[in-house]
């Protein structure tokens, strides 16, 4: 049903869906252009993704490196690809969540939520 029980205007629900696709389009390419950082062990490894989850770079400090011990240089790293990544789970939040709700809040697919 529609308010007033008359028919939708289409001309306006097409222009409702145009700009939809406009603003999904540009929160994707800030995502895509977002780089968000991570870091792990007070600094030491430090993982930097794009708002869409890409890693793009990873810093390691030679002090996280012990030829003795690769294994916790190993934890360093993953968690700070995990906190970058959850930086740009949060931004995807913020950025998709209100344009994805006018969607019916079925999500973007690829994106977490």
Known sequence: MFPGGGQPNMQALLKQAQKMQQDLAKAQQEL??????????????????TGSGELTALKISPQAVDPEDTETLADLVLAAVRDASAAAQKLQAERMGPLTQGLGGGGIPGLPF
């Open 32 to 49: 895509a252009e977002a780089r968000l950082t991570g870091s792990a062990g007070g600094g030491l490894v430090e993982a930097t993704v």
